[in-house]
């Protein structure tokens, strides 16, 4: 099974979005309406009335649920189903079971396929269940489904009846970031960034306190370039670090001044970004971060030529200036080392012969076990005192000629600064007599 990516999903406070629901249409008595209302619902069986009043009438959940359970059964077909389902729904959800809160979000769905409040509420619920950690895959692709089809209702489908065009603007502003949160957690768990920002973007624009869209969303800007991609996220995880309480807080902000210096190369401007996005909601038009350019190579050679004597260089300062800096700064080190005798320690790649060692002078390329150091003996190493290869090696040597790419020093006259130890049986001592 994937793994949820989150650290995201632990660390963001899951935030409650309130339940979205307008009034569901009321039926009508056939007796009391006027001929022009013909869009309007009606129930002309007095009975089935009288039923669909009954249930609606109740105060107490569970009376509710008992007398719209019933109707349903009753009634099947009513005219008045997905209204009863409505109702249904809205009893559930006072009484706290999950369980029947899906089941009957899904019976909505049987009735009207573009039913906004069950479409919100699957996303919603099943949502929660991917922050508690229950079969988190299948609950997002779940949330991740009901929320696609939840966006293409918003546009397609027409409010329902006797619904004020505000209530309805309020409707599709607040399951609009429902959908728009459970399907941008999807794109980003997916790894396709580019949705990911596209939603999580658009959730945030509709509510700029919402952690829980706010921190994923500064993750899809990071987590992939280009560096535009990279000043957005860096705006939003200074957000995410001012809504975040406590332990997360710490995490995100640390992990914010992280990003931060890698980006701008120093943390120079991160508290004062902590204050803007403190205030302002989504980052302004002209919002900027700017970019740390390491140097080159050969500027990096420069500044050690500048600052550092030959003689404190270590090998691999000596190995970089003389590959990578400019024939000026490269002819200054070699006429500094060439034909004097230097002393050293080296790691042993390859024993060619007894007076021809393969050796690696810097960090680089001891880990890539590579040699950089090309030593030719004075005199043949005795058999008692050969060191073994992969081992560390003090040394003298004299420095004769180079190769810059790849970089080899040719270097002659080598002498063993520590002689081998002979190798001894152990010796066995009777225990001291008390």
């Known amino acids: 099974m994937k793994k949820i990516l989150l650290a995201m999903l632990l660390v963001a406070a899951a935030t409650a979005v309130a339940q979205t629901a307008s009034a569901p249409a009321q039926p009508q008595q056939p007796a009391a309406q006027p001929a022009a209302a013909a869009q309007k619902k009606e129930i002309k069986d007095p009975a089935e009335y009288n039923a669909y009043m009954g249930a609606q009438g109740q105060t107490d959940p569970a ?71 229950q079969n988190p895959q299948q609950n997002l692709a779940d949330a991740a489904q009901a929320s696609e089809k939840g966006l293409q209702c918003l546009q397609t489908a027409p409010p329902p009846a006797d619904t004020k065009p505000e209530d309805y603007a309020k409707l599709k502003a607040q399951t609009s970031i429902i959908f728009n949160g459970a399907a941008g957690i999807n794109a980003l768990q997916n790894k396709d960034y580019a949705r990911a920002q596209q939603y999580l973007r658009k959730s945030v624009e509709g509510d700029p306190t919402n952690l ?57 401007g991160w508290s004062d970004l902590l204050a803007k996005a403190a205030t302002v909601a989504v980052p302004p038009p002209d919002f900027t971060v700017k970019q740390y350019v390491p140097p080159t190579p050969a500027e990096q050679a420069a500044d050690l030529v500048k600052s550092k ?18 024939p000026e700064d490269a002819e200054k080190v070699w006429n500094t080392l060439k034909g004097k005798p230097l002393q050293m320690v080296a790691h042993i790649i390859s024993i060619e012969s007894s007076s021809h060692l393969m050796l690696a002078g810097s960090s680089d390329d001891i880990d890539a076990k590579k040699a950089d150091i090309d030593l030719t003996m004075g005199a043949a190493i005795p058999v008692r005192q050969m060191p073994k290869a992969d081992t560390d090696f003090q040394f003298e040597g004299t420095p004769d000629s180079y190769v810059a790419k790849p970089f080899l020093m040719t270097m002659k006259d080598g002498a063993l600064l520590v002689k081998a130890a002979p190798k001894r049986p152990p010796v066995h001592r009777k225990p001291a007599a008390h």
Not at 66 to 74: C, D, I, K, P
Not at 249 to 268: N, P, R
Not at 314 to 324: G, H, Y
């Open 63 to 133: 009376a509710m649920i008992s007398g719209f359970e019933a109707f349903l059964t009753q009634y099947p077909n009513s005219v008045m189903k997905e209204d009863a389902l409505d109702q249904l729904l809205n009893a559930y959800t006072k009484t706290g079971n999950q369980a029947k809160v899906l089941e009957t979000a899904q019976r909505l769905l049987g009735a009207n396929a573009c039913n906004i409040r069950a479409l919100a509420v699957i996303a919603f619920t099943k949502r929660a269940l991917v922050d508690a950690n």
């Open 212 to 268: 829980r869209d706010v921190y994923p969303l500064a993750l899809a800007y990071l987590t992939v370039g280009p560096a535009e991609n990279d000043v957005q996220g860096l705006f939003f995880i200074a957000r995410a670090a001012n809504l975040a309480q406590g332990v997360g807080k710490d995490q995100i902000t640390k992990f914010g001044l992280s990003k931060y210096k890698k980006y701008h190369g120093s943390d120079e």
């Open 309 to 326: 004597k030959v003689e404190e260089m270590s090998f691999a300062e000596w190995q970089m200036v003389l590959s990578e800096g400019t």
